[in-house]
């Protein structure tokens, strides 16, 4: 099996794969044969290197590590893990790829069959007024105070609030919900009748989006189907789901197919083709409006855990998440 040994003319035997071969001698008709077992030559040591030892706060870089063996071979094939010693200040995945986090220095390790090498980075603030983001999300959940979500009750919520970033100063401006989700698309309140089926012409959201040439969809958890602009169903509540009610939307053939159940979200993540802008509905048990926060947080920890740790957003997405 030359794909596990090769031997020359002269007998000489070299390793090509891990696996067993046997060797063959022949003369006048005459053969041998010999056994070799080929292993892997064992890492015996790790190199990481960045293309830039700096990176701005959410920019990415790209750490790549190289293995060899005890006689200064390089080795290719075997698997790495990645970790970064301070995750809030910058984060790996495992392909290597680095994305700050925070102004501050990381260490990025790679580890291979138990050998390490590391790289330190530096993670600088924006010198643009700002970070840019090439995906936006936004998740709504609703009817419970700051004072109930923020701790055990919701422990995933809680640790993502830690990790990145808490306003403490964001509050809502009516209630009940309608009117807080017409502020969020269209900077106004229009109505605080939550069975409204009034379609609103004002600015908004949409409107701007497409005026920017950006792309956008709202993923409804238990939307009957795609373009649906109806009133509620099951879980459904329009009231949490606003971008059915306005005129961009609905009078628009092409756009109200952007309306979509929030089975469709894991899809395009999978294939990489999430849209500029993403507004997330769960539905009225998974948003903790009419079921326990636990299960609200599990939601979010089983949906949108997948979301942050995937590259895409890793890259260039920005997530809000608030309470109505």
């Known amino acids: 099996n030359s794909s596990i040994a090769s031997v020359n003319t002269s007998g000489l035997v070299t390793g090509v794969a891990a696996g067993t071969a046997t060797i063959t001698a022949t003369s006048e008709s005459k053969s041998g044969s010999a056994t070799i077992t080929v292993t892997l030559a064992p890492v015996a040591s790790v190199t990481v290197s960045l293309a830039s030892p700096s990176v ?144 609103q012409t004002v600015d908004n959201v949409v409107r701007e989006l497409l005026k920017a040439g950006k792309t956008w969809k709202s993923y409804a958890e238990d939307l009957p189907s795609v373009g649906y602009t109806g009133g509620d169903q099951g879980n459904y509540a329009r009231k949490h789901n606003v971008f059915a009610l306005l005129s961009d939307v609905v009078n628009d053939a092409t756009q109200v197919k952007n309306l979509v159940p929030f089975t469709q979200f894991a899809t395009d993540l999978k294939n990489g083709t999430l849209p500029s802008f993403s507004n997330i509905v769960p539905n009225l048990c998974n948003d903790a409006h009419d079921c326990s926060l636990s299960t609200a947080d599990n939601w979010l920890k089983n949906n949108i855990g997948p979301l942050i740790a995937s590259t895409q957003f890793q890259q260039d997405g920005l997530l809000i998440m608030m309470g109505s």
């Not at 750490?63 to 060899?68: N, P, S, Y």
């Not at 980075?121 to 009817?143: D, K, M, P, Q, W």
């Open 56 to 199: 701005v706060v959410r920019g990415t870089d790209q750490a790549t590590a190289t293995l060899k063996d005890a006689a200064g071979n390089v080795l290719t094939g075997r698997a790495v893990s990645w970790s970064s010693s301070n995750s809030s200040i910058a984060s790996v995945n495992t392909s290597g790829l680095v994305t700050g986090v925070a102004a501050g220095s990381a260490t990025i390790t790679a580890t291979s069959e138990s050998k390490s090498g590391s790289a330190a980075i530096t993670v600088t603030a924006s010198s643009g007024g700002g970070a840019t983001f090439g995906h936006v999300f936004l998740v709504t959940e609703e009817n419970t105070n700051y004072s109930d979500s923020y701790g055990s009750a919701m422990s995933y919520l809680t640790s993502l609030a830690n990790t990145y970033g808490l306003a403490t100063q964001y509050y809502a401006v009516t209630h009940p919900s309608i009117g807080n989700y017409f502020q969020l698309a269209t900077g106004q309140i229009l109505t605080n009748d939550d069975n409204s089926s009034t379609i």
